[in-house]
Structures are given as structure tokens and as C-alpha cells.
């Protein structure tokens, strides 16, 4: 009897030493996937820099590129001191400074509370590897969607200007949209007869986020001179855009497919709806531009393809890849007229950030409640609750990050001035603003 039960005992302690391998081995491939698909979504942020430095003239292209590094650099350091206590540490309300609809940017300052250190060393367990692991691949998330703003301010936006927005609009816009998305807030709770916001990886949190600071900050600084369509020097160089757009749509795999956090069947399927709507989009958008203007050009594939990704980012878990394709095909269309709305409107978002990040973001957001699997008016029963909640969030990221950012932009403007004088955006504003060139043709 006794040897009955010393047998059982073992055996039980071999099932659960089983289990714990497996849990802590699921852990660790966890952990790798998001060391891997953080190092995929950083490298859209040089991507995000070739294609807007492609795109302007060639006098700003060294400008355009070192708004995104300097903000990747001060992002990069925000986020390590509270930007992810901020996103992911619930406040309880218990104070005026930091209420209830903020997360706590002390609770977790630092990420110290994912280290230990004792005989001489840092005690790293795999739980907390893998939240550091997590904490690096979400920094990249807020790294990436500042560096998408600077579209709005190509020619005219000075560098120290910029990198106080950005300080201050990731602190009072970003960190708490993102919480608000993924952490603890009110968009993540948000729920209409059991149908709750679905934004995998940052339709609201990321692109209606940074289209929306974008047209804030095209308004804040006005019209480039001679603004009208076709630009002399505009696009100086294609090979920039594409090779920013190829960046952008690598990286993008691990910014859908590793919101998933571990490898199984979503992160399949977002990483292919993230093949499938880029690639329809820009079909999309080279057919509109053929029958529209009679050539289909380089920068017009790179917006669709970025169109399509946008589009895909919020609903790649829960699209078949049938209705991926279409999504690309109506956002390709779509944004390619919308494009040149500013001409007609009077903003002048150079880069064309509203037209792609902001419209696309509202197109794939929306298009879940109607066609997303299970919840979709069209493929859910016939509900229009899903489609609510996912209006109901864009339209709140949109409220918060564009009256946000435009008071932050007037501030600075009154304060500092946000814009370069008239000579320097006429002679050039790499020279004036960084002592370089992009190009230098001869000695």
C-alpha cells in the first residue's frame, strides 16, 4: 500500500514537472517571438525615414530623416523611464494627479520591477524575461507611430521643435491611448451586448493616433510655400520610397503577426492577411493611377502598399484572407483619391499621413464590424454592435490625440516657433538646420 502510494507520489511529481517544462518551454518560444518580432518593428522606423526622406525634396531629405531618428532615440529612453509603467500599470483613482482613465507611470518606472539582483548577479526569471521581452517589442510600437507624424512636416519643421512635441505628445497622447487600447482602459472595456473593440495591432493606437496628430500639426504650421499639387523637387528620390516601403512591409510582419505573442494559428493568419491587403491595395492603387493619370508610378506603389498594411493592422486576427483582399482593393481605391484632398481642403499634410494612416486606420477599424469573422454585419449574424464599439474607439482616439496635439503644437509655436523662417525653407533646410546634404554631387 505504501509502496502504492510512494509510486503514485512520484508519479504525480513527474506530471507536474512535465507541465512546468512545457509551460516554462511555451514561455521561452513566447518570449523568443517577441525578441525577433521587436527587431522587425524597429526596423520599420529607418523604413518610415527612406520613404518620407524619398519623397521630399532633395534640400529636406536629411531633415525628414532625423525627425524620426531623433524621436526613435527619445522615445526609445521615455519608454524605458515610464512610458510602459504608463501603458500597462493600472492606476486605482486614489489620486488627483494620476485618475482613474491613466494608467501610473511610477508603478514600474524604469522596468525594475522585472529585475532582481542578488549573489551577484541579476536573477532573471522566465516570466519576467518574458515581460521585458514584451516591454521591448510594445516600445517599438511607440517609437514607430511618432516617426509617422513627421510625414505631416516635411520642408518647414524645426528639429528641436519637433523632438519637444514628441516628448510631450507621447506622454499625454500615446501612452495613454495605447493604454486605453491594451491596457486597462476604457477602450479595451468597451462593450455593447457582448461585442468589444477589436484592434490587433494599432488601427486606433497607432495610425488614427498619429493621422490625427499629423493633420493637427499641417494645421499648427501652415502651408508650405507655393503649396499646390506636384511640387517641384518632390520625390527626389524613388529608390528611397521603395526601398522604405520594402522595409516597412518586412517589418510589418512582426509588428501584426507578433501582437499575437506566441506561434500558433492567429499569428499565422495575421501574417498572411498581412501579404494579402498590402499587395491588393497596391494593385488597387497603380489601376487607379493609370486610369486616372495615365502612369502608374513608384511612389504611388509604395502608398498602396502602406494603405494596405494600415488597413490589415486592427483586423489581420479576424479577416479570412478573402476579405483581406477585398479590404486592400476598397483601401487602395480609397486612399488614392483621398490623397488629394488637402489640395482641395487647404492642409497641407506633405507626406500624405491623413490620406493613408488616418483614413486607412478608419477603413480597416470600421470594416471589421462589418466583415470581421464572427462579429461582421455581413459575416456575424447581422449586428451592427461590433461596427459600434469600433466607431465608438476610433472616434475617441480621434477627439483626444488631435485636440491634444494641436493645443501642444500652438504652445510651442507661441513659445519657441515651430516653424523655420521663410529664407531657410527657401534656400534649404538641411544645410540651415543640420550643416548637411543628402546629396553630394561633387568635391
Known sequence: MFRHREVCTHMVDAVLHT?????????????????????????????????????TKAKSSVSMMMLTFGSMSLVGVLWVLYGYSMTFSASDGSSWLIPKFLANPFANAGLGDFLSFKDGAFDLSVANGNSLAFA???????????????????????????????????????????????????????????????????????????????????????????????????????????????????????????????????????????????AAAAVAWLLMEKLVNGKSTSIGAGSGIVAGLVAITPACNILTPFWAVILGFLVGVVCSFAVNWKYKLGYDDSLDVVGVHFLGGWIGTLYIGLFGQGVGLFTGGGNLDQFLVQFIAAAGVTIWSFGISYIIGMIIKAVGGFRVSDEIEDSGIDVAMHGESAYVLSE
Open 19 to 55: 507541465a512546468a517544462t512545457a509551460s516554462s518551454n511555451a514561455t521561452n518560444i513566447s518570449t523568443l517571438w517577441f525578441l525577433v518580432a521587436a527587431a522587425l518593428v524597429l526596423i520599420m522606423t529607418p523604413g518610415v525615414a527612406f520613404f518620407y526622406g524619398g519623397m
Open 136 to 278: 521591448g517589442f510594445q516600445a517599438t510600437f511607440a517609437i514607430i507611430t511618432v516617426s509617422l507624424i513627421t510625414g505631416a512636416l516635411a520642408d518647414r519643421a524645426k528639429f528641436g521643435a519637433f523632438m519637444w512635441f514628441t516628448g510631450f505628445w507621447v506622454t499625454l497622447v500615446y501612452f495613454p491611448v495605447a493604454s486605453w487600447v491594451w491596457g486597462t482602459g476604457w477602450i479595451g472595456s468597451l462593450n455593447i451586448g457582448g461585442f468589444t473593440v477589436n484592434d490587433f495591432a494599432g488601427g486606433t493606437a497607432v495610425h488614427i493616433n498619429a493621422g490625427s496628430a499629423a493633420l493637427a500639426l499641417a494645421l499648427v504650421l501652415g502651408q508650405r510655400h507655393g503649396f499646390k499639387k506636384n511640387i517641384p523637387g518632390m520625390g527626389n528620390n524613388k529608390a528611397l520610397v521603395l526601398l522604405g516601403a520594402s522595409l516597412l512591409w518586412f517589418g510589418w510582419f512582426g509588428f501584426n503577426a507578433g501582437s499575437e505573442g506566441d506561434v500558433d494559428g492567429v499569428a499565422a493568419l495575421a501574417w498572411i492577411n498581412t501579404l494579402a491587403a498590402p
